[in-house]
């Protein structure tokens, strides 16, 4: 019976674990802090305060969804890196030579540093991420912009996090 007992609770820890890896959150265990510099503004007419819009969303991101704690003195993980593109083109062409489409993409260039483990494999990575909202060719950019950065941004700052945190 102790035995049966003793499968039993193997089995359902074995479950438990397993189900918590499908979370996909994978934070190295000795890592407990983290910091994002801010990050460099290097696309050719971005709005001029783009690059402190991405550094603070993406502390934003790893504060309210790792348990790490943000620490600009000694921290276990860094995120560095800069703005690389911004642009606006034209995607759906219509007769006179006009476009019924506009995409807005962004681009980002991403350093990671993982201070906490030393000689793990992943140690430190660079990698650029982009990611681009289509919007209608009568609207005003100006009007729309900061909604579009926004929506843009949530969706760099999740594969940012992705890339850093997660195993699939």
Do not use: H
Not at 21 to 44: C, H, M, Q, T, W
Request: with cysteine; proline share 3%; charged share 25%.
């Amino acid at each position: 019976m102790r035995q049966l007992i003793y499968i039993i609770f193997t089995l359902l820890v074995g479950l438990i674990l397993g189900c918590y890896s499908f979370k996909g959150i994978s934070i190295p265990p000795e890592a407990e802090s983290f910091y994002v510099k801010d990050f460099v503004l290097r696309a050719n007419n971005a709005p001029a305060q783009i690059d402190q819009l991405w550094s603070e969303a993406l502390r934003e991101k790893i504060r309210n969804e790792s348990r790490l704690t943000y620490n600009e003195k000694s921290p276990d993980i860094e995120f560095e890196g800069s703005i690389t593109s911004y642009k606006v083109i034209g995607t759906a062409p219509q007769a006179g030579n006009t476009v019924s489409l506009n995409k807005l993409t962004i681009g980002v260039n991403v350093t990671y540093i993982n201070n906490a483990s030393d000689g793990a494999k992943d140690n430190e990575w660079t990698q650029s991420f982009s990611f681009f909202k289509d919007f209608d060719a009568t609207l005003d950019l100006n009007s729309v912009e900061e909604d579009f950065i926004e929506e843009i941004f949530e969706q760099l700052t999740e594969n940012v996090f992705n890339k850093a945190f997660t195993n699939w």
